[in-house]
């Protein structure tokens, strides 16, 4: 049978058609009919049904560590935070909750403690991603309001990306914006990132400017247009307000080309030339995301480049536009219940008393919350500091992924009740809770999401619960209920919070506030499952939705014109020293999904990158002493990070590194980005400076170094400098170093992970291999050898596939050179396994272009996230 649901990894909301027989997802693929990706899905939305399945899922509630009911569980929670909120305040409890729940979770959260419990302390992981965008939108339009549509990444003449690998980390728009460059000859790109990108593969220009200078770059385009004579003086003059205010700003930083060229740390001619595009194209999109957004002047950045698009009248047009990408399936859908501290339920907050007695007469709420709540950053240090007492965590990792991460775990470990509600078994941060709720996971939610255009779409389950796991609407629901408000949580089924938080979106709004979905408000559970996707508005007036917004030049704001808001330049707060002399920059990389929980399950997304790794530049890696492969440290007085170092021939600029956002606790010794960002944040947003850190770096030599396969996962760390887990799909991969050396190799392997049965030992050579055996079956195999000589791993994981290994398959199993297996390289295309071995003998044998070797190999052809790479190699060759 097949099934139609959303994927749940970024943004871009893509369609998937689930396969489920025998209540087992067989198979997925894009939904061709779903507007967002046509059929299209990336390498990760097409191994979801390989992340799936009751391993490694919690399946029961936990009360310190132990089983227990959900009658037990759900009184602990609710007797917990009314005991906190009787003795300390409604403040002394909040909430942390996740771009990846449904939009029904999220408002039913809200609900509870900014109507009922009376507190504003509700935020989400989506302050780390998108709340400067949401801050910029707000100060421009009066409301958070994305004017785009992904139609008009097509329709554009000129494309700028800004702060935005989409190659990776949004690949089907990437995929439509290189369809729409083919289709359109004249189409032009530019991409604007202090890294050269697989994004850049696509660019007719790269820019590669100075980190945090993003708001120096849109402040000195605001003035050429003015300069220029090229911004639409009648549509100003009708539509907004502010102008020569902004313009005096920017004109009086930046009063030549050569000044902006200078802050901006990049050649006069490169910026000219983006200039001159600009200046000449009246069908603009900016489509920018986190290089924007993560940044002590993150909402700064956005209204910078809002600014440029009000001058010239690009927005509510076909192909113009400013359009901020989100990075989560549904960050969307909780900016529009108010899932931010700052924020109430359908696009209203705490500014003005009409607004919270609107909600509070709507939800008939006893308790309404009446001002700003903690967003992350403070949230955690206000737990650090006994402020806050108890505190839910739902569907997010913070131990890892927030700034300053190990003081976030310190916080969570002092706090005296902790409740996390999650669907994997094994977090960071699951192990500092007090109470663990098994939450239902993709293929078991069932509710609505909304992407980066605002379409609405339906998130359907595919399978029944795992084990005793409930969605989080009805855990909250059930929390309110023991906590005294039963009749305003009376939930049955998913259908009833969605038309809820229909009604509420057109409820004294006639037109006063941009999200109204209100022709909704009366669906019934069988137009709930049919639901197609929509973007909203969807009301009277616009019953099919809106595609754009803004195409009758009225805002939101109390006067209806857009506000231009006068910007001046701020250098990021965390600025290298003597001690710290690099720049850190950290991100996403293609295969691999925030803290990896999910991602983290299925092993062909390892394949891309196995291990966490450091980017630098030849000449910084020449003066540190650094080669590719080795170990290196990055640290500073906050925390360090271990990877492996990359060393590109271009790509990083000299004295910046880069490292991966992804990966935890539970997949390598030390490589939680989090722990060494400093917890810096924008003034307006409250959105963290993540592109910024300043560190030093160091190359590790270690005594020895090798790897080790196990048939299970090892249940504790083992005692050395590095680890990295990579699971197999028979087995488990380790990638391991240390500092000491490896004096009894025999010893080690039995105090670790079993009794060797064969080993090889050449103490003069540093060399040491060993396996153990249960009955006919490889139980393990231990190598120690330089990284450089560590061979494809391959013909080892079939090993693990045998039950009765054969006589000959023993005498080479310790040899690593013995056997038949080619060797693929490092794997290119993760969806059809396709490794750089294999194209460049495609190369040699006269595939000449990306096409060409998708037809004789397939690779590029399913989702294209590797195309750029194939480009790189066709081009090195």
Wanted: charged content about 20%.
């Amino acid at each position: 049978m097949q099934k139609q649901t959303t994927c749940p990894y970024c943004g871009v909301g893509c369609g998937v058609d689930a396969e489920v027989n025998n209540n087992q997802v067989t198979g997925v693929k894009g939904d061709a009919g779903h507007p967002a990706n046509f059929g299209r899905l990336c390498v990760k939305g097409s191994a979801l049904d390989k992340v799936l399945g009751t391993d490694g899922r919690l399946l029961s509630p936990l009360i310190d560590g132990q089983a227990a009911s959900w009658e037990d569980a759900l009184n602990k929670v609710a007797s917990g935070f009314l005991g906190t909120i009787k003795e300390h305040g409604p403040d002394s409890v909040a909430f942390y909750l996740s771009g990846q729940l449904l939009t029904e979770d999220y408002y039913v959260a809200n609900k509870l403690l900014k109507g009922f419990v009376g507190t504003s302390n509700v935020d989400t992981n989506s302050r780390l991603c998108m709340s400067s965008a949401v801050a910029g939108y707000k100060r421009a339009f009066g409301t958070d309001t994305v004017p785009c549509c992904y139609e008009d990444l097509e329709l554009a003449n000129l494309l700028v990306l800004v702060g935005s690998n989409a190659a990776w980390n949004h690949p089907i728009l990437f995929q439509r914006m290189k369809a729409a460059k083919q289709k359109n000859p004249d189409m032009k790109v530019v991409v604007v990132d202090p890294r050269e990108t697989a994004t850049c593969d696509l660019a007719d220009l790269h820019l590669p400017i100075k980190p945090g200078s993003d708001t120096s770059l849109f402040s000195a385009l605001l003035a050429h247009l003015a300069r220029s004579g090229a911004i639409d003086q009648c549509w100003i003059e009708q539509c907004t307000e502010g102008f020569e205010d902004a313009v005096a700003a920017s004109q009086a930083e930046f009063p030549d080309l050569s000044s902006a060229a200078k802050a901006c740390d990049i050649d006069l001619s490169r910026l000219t030339q983006f200039f001159e595009w600009f200046t000449a194209e009246a069908k603009t999109v900016t489509f920018y995301s986190q290089g924007v957004n993560q940044s002590s002047s993150g909402t700064d950045n956005s209204n910078a480049i809002i600014n440029c698009h009000l001058a010239t009248a690009r927005i509510g047009k076909p192909g113009a536009g400013p359009f901020s990408i989100t990075g989560q399936p549904n960050a969307m859908g909780g900016r529009e219940v108010g899932g931010l501290a700052n924020q109430l339920a359908a696009h209203m907050d705490y500014s003005s008393e009409e607004m919270i007695n609107r909600v509070g007469r709507f939800w008939n709420a006893p308790n309404m919350a009446r001002s700003d709540g903690l967003k992350a950053v403070d949230l955690f240090e206000a737990v650090e500091a006994g402020k806050v007492k108890a505190i839910w965590i739902m569907g997010t990792n913070p131990v890892v992924s927030l700034p300053n991460a190990d003081q976030v775990k310190r916080a969570l470990e002092a706090c005296p009740l902790v409740v996390v509600s999650e669907c994997i078994a094994n977090t960071d941060t699951l192990k500092v809770a007090n109470v663990c709720l098994p939450a239902t996971g993709w293929s078991e939610k069932n509710g609505t999401v909304t992407n980066s255009e605002r379409r609405i779409s339906r998130q359907r389950s595919l399978l029944p619960p795992s084990g005793e796991a409930r969605h989080d609407w009805w855990i909250v629901s059930e929390v309110a209920k023991r906590m005294g408000y039963g009749e305003a949580f009376a939930y049955e089924h998913p259908a009833q919070i969605f038309a809820e938080h229909a009604a509420l979106s057109g409820f004294e709004n006639n037109g006063s506030r941009d999200f109204d979905i209100s022709l909704l408000q009366n669906i019934d559970e069988k137009a709930y499952d049919n639901l197609a996707p929509v973007q909203w508005p969807v009301n009277d007036a616009a019953p099919y939705g809106t595609a754009r917004m803004f195409a009758d030049g009225k805002f939101f704001t109390p006067s209806g014109r857009a506000r231009f808001i006068p910007i001046i330049t701020r250098a990021p707060v965390q600025q290298p020293t003597a001690e710290q002399p690099l720049i850190m920059n950290t991100g996403r990389i293609r295969d691999q999904w925030h803290t990896m929980a999910i991602t983290g399950r299925a092993p062909l997304l390892f394949q891309h990158r196995a291990e966490p790794f450091v980017e630098l530049h030849p000449e910084d890696a020449k003066t540190y002493g650094i080669t590719e492969g080795a170990l290196v440290k990055v640290t500073n007085t906050l925390g360090e990070f271990i990877g492996r170092a990359r060393v590109p021939e271009a790509g990083q600029r000299k004295g910046e590194i880069f490292v991966p956002m992804h990966w935890n606790g539970l997949f390598s010794a030390q490589a939680r980005m989090g722990t060494l960002v400093a917890p810096v944040t924008d003034p307006v947003s409250g959105q963290p400076e993540a592109k910024h850190a300043a560190v030093k770096i160091e190359a590790l030599q270690p005594v020895w170094e090798g790897w080790l396969m196990v048939r299970e996962p090892l249940d504790k760390s083992l005692p050395v400098t590095y680890w990295s887990r990579v699971p197999k799909d028979n087995a488990t991969l380790y990638y391991l170093a240390d500092d000491t050396a490896l004096t009894d190799g025999l010893a080690w392997c039995r105090e670790h992970f079993g009794t060797a049965d064969i080993w090889l030992e050449d103490k003069g050579m540093g060399s040491f291999r060993a396996a153990g055996l249960n009955g006919e079956q490889l139980e393990w195999a231990f190598f120690v050898m330089p990284y450089g000589q560590i061979p494809s791993t391959m013909w080892l994981e079939d090993m693990f596939a045998e039950t009765d290994l054969a006589m000959d398959q023993r005498r080479y199993l310790l040899s690593v050179t013995g056997c038949e297996l080619e060797d693929p390289g490092q794997i290119i295309c993760s969806c059809y396994q396709v490794g750089s071995n294999a194209i460049e003998d495609a190369i040699s044998m006269g595939c000449r272009s990306v096409e060409a070797l998708g037809e004789k190999l397939k690779c590029g052809t399913n989702c294209g996230s590797c195309i750029p790479e194939l480009a790189a190699l066709l081009q090195k060759h």
